[in-house]
């Protein structure tokens, strides 16, 4: 089956890391022996900062990883102010590639702008809500509303990677929606020997190593994070994979003030945060909102305990008690106070991490998500002839 993927995000040279998700689930795909074929949407972009200058340097056609990919430049307003017309700037090269392809179906990755733009394409569009385009985007005005209702109501199948994501899809259009989890991939991530990897690292093994990964660094509660590990006594390293191309200027400062050790690193490749997980003793994340964020499927795989937030679809995984803790967002106190437990109590966080490793190979690995969205593939195109 011919399938044309239509995403805001997807790694790039220099842009590794952007909707790599995507990537990953298109490789599933394509070992079901779907033909994958991807658009990107990009901003067109001026040369005055290096976040601007990694999208103008994105070639129009490239392949990466064996999947090729069309980018389409379109002029995106500040704040998300008209975004819904965004559409008619890009329906003309859309219908060129849609042409050249002849895609059976399209997948749309948000609701905005992708999946809006696919549904009027006349072709079953599956259309995938993740996160913010559900319950932050599509609540800032009423266009959006409508933009992000007409995908929803017109697409063929809608599909939430959470239950929480669900609840907001559905807030928006009332329709039937599937819940189908994230992944992550099982050959990049697993368990590994803690040793080699803080060997390797120059890591002592009496260290307490907390790892955060995150391009978010408030929402994502970073410094709710180091002020928590700032009350933990020695021996701890944070390890702060903050997939930020931008100077680490505010997090060097916040890392002074709590008097806290830390290393931090920018844009690194899956490999890397699988090591960087090998190295820890345990996975944070203290966000405040999210949908249902792929490091914590990552880390399960990895067989690390998870602390995080109650928040969004991560409830819906990783639970209290069983795979790690969960805090309310904010909480800096709860936040020492778990951490604590688990540098303490090594035996626990390593059962954490082990259940949690069970649990992401039966239902967190984008093998497992591809079976599950060729199911619905199938289903589209018997339910469209």
Known sequence: MRVLIIAKDFPAPGQPRGGVFVLRQAHALAELGHEIRVVRIVPHAPSWTPKWQSYRAI??????????VHTIRAFFPPRM????????????????IIADFAPHLLHAHFLIPSGQLAVRQGLPTILTAHGSDAYDWAWRRPGLRRAAAEAISRAEVVIA????????????????????????????????A?????????????????????GDARGKGLHDLI??????????????????????????????????????????EQSGIAHLLAA??????????????????????????ILATRVGGIPEIAVDGVHGHLVAP????????????????????????????????????????AR????????????TA
């Open 59 to 68: 070639p129009e056609r490239y392949s990466i990883e064996g999947i090729a």
């Open 81 to 96: 102010l008209g975004m819904e017309y965004l559409p008619i700037q890009v329906d003309g090269p859309i219908r060129r």
């Open 161 to 192: 990677v959470s239950r929480f994501i669900e609840r907001r899809v559905r807030d928006l259009a009332e329709r039937d929606v599937h819940v189908i989890y994230n992944g992550a991939d099982e050959r990049i991530f697993g368990p590994c």
């Open 194 to 214: 803690q040793t080699a990897a803080r060997d390797s690292l120059g890591i002592g093994s009496d260290r307490f190593v907390i790892l955060f990964t995150g």
């Open 227 to 268: 002020q928590a590990a700032g009350r933990l006594g020695e021996p701890r390293l944070l390890l702060l994979a903050t997939g930020l191309i931008t100077p680490f200027d505010s997090i060097r400062a916040a890392v002074a003030s709590a008097g806290v050790e830390a290393r931090l690193f920018g844009v690194i």
């Open 280 to 305: 820890a003793d345990v996975f944070t994340l203290p966000s405040y909102r999210e949908g249902l964020p792929a490091s914590i499927c990552e880390a399960m795989l990895s067989a690390r305990p």
């Open 330 to 369: 904010g909480d800096v106190a709860s936040l020492a106070q778990r951490l604590g437990e688990l540098a303490r109590d090594p035996g626990t966080a390593i059962r954490m991490g082990e259940a949690g490793y069970r649990f992401a190979r039966e239902h967190l690995t984008w093998r497992v998500n």
């Open 372 to 383: 599950r969205y060729d199911e619905v593939y199938r289903g589209a195109l018997c339910a």
